[in-house]
């Protein structure tokens, strides 16, 4: 079975503060994926990675950025928390880009900005 | 543009079916899939079905799919208390580098 592993279920940070979260996959997929879900809109493309060192933008980049090293591991990085961040976050990853591979998902990591 | 709808809420009692609808926009898409979200938990992968069919069926879910309508549902037999969660249609365009296109979700809540 495929495997995301999101480092952390809870994080509470300050206003201003740089946040991490890591996202590592087991299954050697190339696609990897960060959302945010917020009640009423579903969830929302934050970036995407489609290979080591490359990085998409998707729908709402604004206030984060990315990093892509490794190719199992996949950080979120918010460079100055602001409260409108908090919000869960789930990564994703993906073999390919056929539409016959389903994304597999984190358990997400609920993140308050206080 | 991408556009995946789905209604927000759905309330049955349990042993009853459920039926979960979706309109998706993107006719280019080959693959459409349910994912399941228990309270505090990422999504976990239900089903998907390749749009050169109709239906498909596992255990007790049933996938149907009208390609000409774009509209996709998920028939749950025997709605159990655990069943309760939510459930999201997503689509997989043509061109989009492996993203799906979700819905925001339809809460299922199951009566005893």
């Known amino acids: 079975d495929v495997k995301v592993t999101q480092s952390s279920r809870y994080l509470v940070k300050r206003t201003g503060e740089k946040v991490f979260l890591e996202c590592v996959q087991d299954?050697?997929?190339?696609?990897m994926f960060w959302y945010r879900q917020d009640p009423g809109l579903g969830l929302r493309l934050i970036y995407f990675s489609y290979d080591v060192k490359m990085k998409e933008k998707g729908d709402i980049p604004e206030g984060y950025s990315v990093s892509r090293e490794k190719k199992e591991r996949f950080s979120l990085i918010l460079e100055s928390a602001s409260t409108n961040q908090t919000s869960m976050y789930l990564c994703?990853?993906?073999f390919g880009q056929g539409g016959n591979s389903p994304l597999h998902f984190g358990n997400g990591t609920r993140l308050t900005v206080t | 543009g991408e556009d995946v709808e789905q209604s927000l809420f759905l309330s049955v009692r349990e042993g009853d079916s459920s039926v979960i609808n979706c309109t998706y926009t993107?006719?280019?898409?080959?693959?459409l899939y349910w994912y399941k979200q228990e309270p505090g938990a990422g999504l976990q992968l239900l089903t998907y079905i390749f749009s050169n069919m109709d239906m498909k069926q596992d255990q007790r879910l049933t996938v149907l799919l009208n390609k000409k309508d774009k509209h996709l549902s998920l028939r749950i037999a025997d709605t159990q208390t655990g069943d309760s969660a939510i459930y999201f249609c997503a689509e997989s365009p043509w061109g989009s580098q492996g993203n799906l296109i979700f819905g925001k979700g339809t809460k299922l809540s199951v009566k005893p």
């Open positions: 299954m050697d997929h190339e696609n």
């Open positions: 994703a990853s993906r």
């Open positions: 993107d006719s280019s898409s080959t693959y």
